[in-house]
C-alpha cells in the first residue's frame, strides 16, 4: 500500500490521506463469525455498506435444543442518553495519566463470592475492570441474574460501562462433583474417588469424593495419576473396588470444588476419559438460554474442540436473539491446538488461552510456545484474544504477588494481547481489589516499556476479500502508519458496528483508539478490543458534523486542547442513503462515505 499527501507535523491541519490498496486478500470469516463485506469507509470517496450473513452448516455431533421460538427476552429500560457517554475510570485514567499513557490492554474478574457485593463491583469497576465473568460452573441462575442486575445498576448509575460475559461449564470436562468447600489434601492420605450418584454418606465422608462422568473408572488401572485442577493435587491410584478408585495423596494441596480431573499413564495423557463426552452438555444448553435472555455481550465456549461446536452455537444463538453476543472459544484441551487451532480461531469471534486445563492436557514446558502462538494467530486473524488462568494464583491467600507472576502477565502484555482475566483470585480470592490493581499497574508500565521498543515484526496478513474490505483493511494500516509517525495524540474512528475499530485494534497503533457509535451493544462488544477507548455518541449523516461535534464535546470535557494532533477515520451513511443498501451497491462502492484525515483541534 501506498499513502500520498501526508503532511508534515507542522502542516498537518485538515489534510486528507489518499490510499492506493492493490493487493488481492483471501476470504475473510468476519469479526462476528459471519462472512462480511466490511463497509467501511473513505473520503477519497468510496462508498458502500457492511452486509452480514450467518453460517448455519455444521456436521457437530451435538443435539441442539429446538430453536423454532425466540426467547421472551424483558426490553431494557430506556434511559436518554448523554451527548457523548465515556467510562469514568477511563476518562479519569486519560486525565491523569495522558492520552499515550493510558493502558490499553483489557481486564477481566471473574465475579463470585469474593466479589459479588455492590460495594466491591464498584471498586473492581472503578479500579480497571473491563469485563466481567460470570462462570456457570458455580452459582444457579437466580444468583446470576442478580449480579447481572447490580452491574448494570452500577453501569447506569456510576457511569460504567462494564461488559459481561458468561461463560458455560464445557460437558467434556471431568471434574469433582461432591465437593462443597476446599480441603486440604495431606501426602500418604487416602482418598476415594466414586461414581455412585447419589455418593454415599452425602459428602459426610471426607475422604469421599465423587467424580462427575459415570464412565470415568472404566478405563483407569492400578499406578495410574490422577490430577487436579492441573496438578495442584495428584493421587496415586492404588487399586479398585467396583465404582470406587481408592487412591492415596502423593502431592498434597488444596481441593477447591469443581476441580478438574485428568489421568496420566507413564507420564502420558489419558485421553479416553472425556473424549466420549459432548462438548456443550445439556445443561450448557440451559446455561446459553440464560446467556440470551440475559442479553450479555460474550458466551464463553469451554472445552472447544472444533470449529463445528462454535458453527453450531451461533445458528442456536440467532435463531433466538436478535442481539449479536459474540462467542469466545476456550482453548483448554488437547484437541483444541494443532490443526483445530486456526478453524477454532476463524469460527469464534475471540479466543481465551485457558492454560490451567491446557496446561494438565499438554506438556508444561508447551504451555508457553502455544500461548505464544495463538496470542499471534489471533492477532493476524483480527480477533481478540485473552490471556488466563492463575496470572497471579498466590494472591488466593497472599496479599503480593510472586516476581515471577508479575513476569508472567509482563509477557503476556508483551505479546499484545488483548486482554489479561483473573479468575479464582478475584472470584474466591482474599484480596479480589488488590489482585486487579496489580494487573492494572504492571501492564501499563509494561506497556509504556513497549512502546520504547522498535516496532513489532509479527506479519499481519490481509483479511478481506471483497474490494470494499480491502479498503476498510487499507485505511486502518494507513491510519496507524499515520498516527505512529505524526506522533498523534488519539485515533478517532467513527464507527457503527465496531468492524473499523477492530481493524485499528488489530494495527496496536501507539495512539489510543476513540471508538464513537451509536448502539449500547457496540461500545459494550468493543471493551475487549486492545487499545480502544469505546464513546456512545448519536452519529449524524455527515461526516464533518461528527467530527467538530466530536471535538466540542471532547473540549467540553477537558480530554482534547486547541492543536492537538488527531487521526480521524470514519464510515457513516451519506446524507440521502438512509435506506438499506444493496449487496451489488456494495460492491459498486455506495452508501458510506469513507475518509482517514489528519486533523488539528480548532
Known amino acids: 500500500m501506498r499513502v500520498s499527501g501526508i503532511p508534515s507535523r507542522a502542516g498537518a491541519k485538515n489534510a486528507s490521506i489518499k490510499l492506493n490498496a492493490k493487493r488481492s486478500m483471501p476470504l475473510y470469516t468476519g469479526l462476528y463469525g459471519h462472512q462480511n463485506a466490511f463497509g467501511h469507509a473513505i473520503q477519497c470517496s468510496t462508498s458502500s455498506a457492511s452486509t452480514r450473513s450467518d453460517s448455519t452448516e455444521s456436521s457437530a455431533a451435538t443435539t441442539i435444543p429446538d430453536s423454532n421460538s425466540k426467547l421472551k427476552i424483558p ?8 451527548d457523548l457517554e465515556l467510562s469514568s475510570p477511563e476518562a479519569q485514567e486519560l486525565r491523569e495519566n495522558g492520552f499515550r499513557s493510558t493502558r490499553r490492554t483489557k481486564l477481566i474478574c471473574t465475579i463470585g463470592p469474593s466479589c459479588c457485593s455492590e460495594e466491591m463491583l464498584a471498586t473492581l469497576a472503578s479500579n480497571g475492570m473491563n469485563v466481567a465473568r460470570l462462570n456457570l460452573s458455580h452459582g444457579d441462575h437466580q444468583w446470576h441474574r442478580d449480579i447481572i442486575a447490580r ?6 448509575d456510576k457511569g460504567f460501562s462494564v461488559a459481561l460475559m458468561l461463560d458455560t461449564e464445557g460437558g467434556s470436562e471431568v471434574h469433582l462433583a461432591s465437593v462443597t468447600q476446599p480441603r486440604q489434601a495431606v501426602r500418604g492420605e487416602e482418598i476415594i474417588l466414586t461414581i455412585r450418584e447419589p455418593s454415599p454418606l452425602n459428602g459426610k465422608q471426607d475422604n469421599l469424593l465423587s467424580v462427575s462422568f459415570g464412565g470415568f473408572v472404566e478405563d483407569v488401572v492400578t499406578g495410574d495419576v490422577v490430577s487436579l485442577d492441573g496438578g495442584m493435587v495428584t493421587l496415586e491410584v492404588l487399586r479398585k473396588s467396583g465404582p470406587d478408585l481408592i487412591c492415596s495423596v502423593l502431592d498434597p494441596g488444596l481441593i477447591l470444588p469443581r476441580a478438574s480431573i485428568t489421568v496420566t499413564r507413564g507420564g502420558k495423557l489419558l485421553r479416553a476419559k472425556n473424549s466420549m463426552l459432548p462438548v456443550i452438555s445439556a445443561k450448557d444448553w440451559n446455561d446459553i438460554d440464560l446467556a440470551i435472555e440475559q442479553q450479555v455481550d460474550f458466551i464463553g465456549v469451554s472445552f472447544v474442540k472444533t470449529a463445528d461446536v462454535l458453527h453450531n452455537l451461533r445458528s442456536y444463538v440467532a435463531s433466538r ?3 449479536v453476543i459474540e462467542l469466545v472459544a476456550k482453548i483448554e484441551s488437547f484437541d483444541s491446538v494443532g490443526k483445530n487451532l486456526p478453524l477454532i480461531i476463524d469460527a469464534a469471534d475471540a479466543v481465551m488461552v485457558a492454560r490451567g486445563d491446557l496446561g494438565a492436557q499438554i506438556p508444561l514446558e508447551d504451555v508457553p510456545s502455544v500461548q505464544r502462538e495463538i496470542v499471534v494467530r489471533c492477532r493476524q486473524r483480527g480477533k481478540p484474544v485473552i490471556v488466563a488462568s492463575q496470572l497471579l494464583e498466590s494472591m488466593h491467600t497472599l496479599p503480593t504477588p510472586t516476581r515471577a507472576e508479575v513476569a508472567d502477565i509482563g509477557d503476556a502484555v508483551r505479546q499484545k494481547a488483548d486482554a489479561l482475566m483473573l479468575s479464582g483470585e478475584s472470584a474466591v480470592g482474599a484480596f479480589p481489589d488488590r489482585a486487579l490493581d496489580v494487573l492494572r499497574t504492571v501492564a501499563t508500565r509494561m506497556e509504556l516499556w513497549c512502546r520504547e521498543e522498535p516496532p513489532g515484526s509479527i506479519a499481519l496478513p490481509q483479511l478481506a476479500s471483497t474490494p470494499d474490505g480491502r479498503t476498510s483493511e487499507e485505511m486502518c494500516a494507513a491510519a496507524a502508519a499515520v498516527s505512529n509517525n505524526l506522533n498523534a495524540r488519539a485515533i478517532f474512528c467513527f464507527t457503527k458496528r465496531g468492524f473499523m475499530a477492530n481493524f485499528m485494534s488489530r494495527m496496536r497503533p501507539d495512539a489510543p483508539i476513540f471508538a464513537f457509535c451509536d448502539s449500547q451493544e457496540t461500545r459494550q462488544r468493543l471493551n475487549l478490543r486492545w487499545g480502544v ?5 448519536d452519529l449524524q449523516s455527515d461526516p464533518e ?3 467538530q461535534r466530536t471535538f466540542a464535546l471532547l473540549k467540553k470535557r477537558e480530554l482534547i486542547s486547541t492543536g492537538d494532533l488527531v487521526v480521524v477515520v470514519s464510515d457513516v451513511r451519506q446524507e440521502g442513503m438512509a435506506a438499506p443498501v444493496s449487496a ?9 462515505v469513507r475518509s482517514v484525515q489528519v486533523r488539528r483541534v480548532p
Do not use: M, T
Open 75 to 82: 426490553p431494557r429500560s430506556s434511559s436518554s442518553y448523554a
Open 151 to 156: 452491574i448494570r445498576k452500577l453501569n447506569k
Open 321 to 323: 436473539s436478535d442481539r
Open 533 to 537: 477507548i469505546p464513546f456512545r455518541i
Open 545 to 547: 458534523a461528527n467530527v
Open 584 to 592: 451489488e451497491a456494495v460492491e459498486r462502492g455506495q452508501g458510506v
